[in-house]
């Protein structure tokens, strides 16, 4: 069975500063796709970054990029620039390729705080 | 209206209720999903619709039952609930033909089981 894992249930950073949200999992598939959402206070599941395991570039959007090592089964996410609004619980995700619908598998969350 | 919407965002019921939740997706998907979110627990997913038609039933209990009479809406029956299913329920869209894998998310239904 596929696990994600979150290891920071909270982490901090002053504004306009960098901070990277860690992650990492377990799964027997080659090709899947991991994900980044973004959980507001709204609690509306928003998603910020996707990447897809058989490229090796590392995703980017906008101030979003992630540190993709395959061997390693780790999906950091790098938040550039910090602003208020980037204050939300983060989820990591994994989905694999096979079946005919896409199931996503969610670690624990890391809840960012933002400080003026 | 785009995107994926839920109805109602708030939900108070009684253990001996019957309640609907809806979810209505208008991005042309295919998919769709029910997930239970609790405090300090992962998403959990409880079902998928895909074509209409049940893919997953994550050992979801009886007093949950999913209905998904076309490919952009889907509800969730609820019945005899517990306090313990008080949580925010989330449902899903995704286009799986395209094979990205993304899921667009509505803006889940708070529900207190009292």
């Known amino acids: 069975a596929q696990t994600v894992t979150q290891s920071q249930p909270e982490m901090s950073v002053q504004e306009a500063e960098t901070v990277t949200l860690s992650c990492t999992y377990d799964?027997?598939?080659?090709?899947?796709?991991l994900f980044w959402y973004k959980q507001p206070p709204s609690r509306q599941m928003i998603l910020v970054i996707r990447?897809?395991?058989?490229?090796?570039q590392n995703a980017t959007e906008n101030r979003f990029s992630v540190n993709f090592q395959k061997a390693a089964k780790s999906f950091s996410l790098k938040i550039s620039d910090s602003q208020l609004g980037d204050a939300a619980m983060y989820f990591c995700?994994?989905?694999?390729?096979?079946?005919?619908?896409?199931?996503?598998?969610f670690g624990s969350g890391t809840q960012l705080t933002v400080l003026p | 209206e785009t995107g994926v919407t839920q109805t109602p965002r708030h939900l108070v019921m009684g253990m001996t209720n019957k309640k609907s939740l809806k979810c209505e997706q208008h991005?042309?998907?295919?998919?769709m999903y029910w997930y239970k979110q609790s405090a300090k627990k992962p998403l959990e997913l409880m079902f998928v619709?895909?074509?209409?038609?049940?893919?997953e039933n994550n050992s979801v209990p009886s007093r949950f039952s999913p209905e998904c009479p076309n490919s952009s809406h889907l509800f969730l029956h609820l019945h005899t609930l517990q306090p313990e299913d008080s949580a925010l329920y989330l449902c899903?869209?995704?286009?799986?033909?395209?094979?990205?894998?993304?899921?667009?998310f509505g803006p889940g239904t708070r529900l207190l089981v009292l």
């Open positions: 899903a869209s995704s286009q799986d033909i395209d094979g990205a894998g993304t899921q667009y």
């Open positions: 799964t027997s598939e080659s090709d899947y796709y």
């Open positions: 990447q897809e395991a058989y490229k090796q």
């Open positions: 995700a994994y989905t694999t390729l096979s079946g005919s619908a896409r199931q996503l598998t």
């Open positions: 991005l042309g998907h295919n998919a």
């Open positions: 619709y895909n074509f209409k038609e049940q893919t």
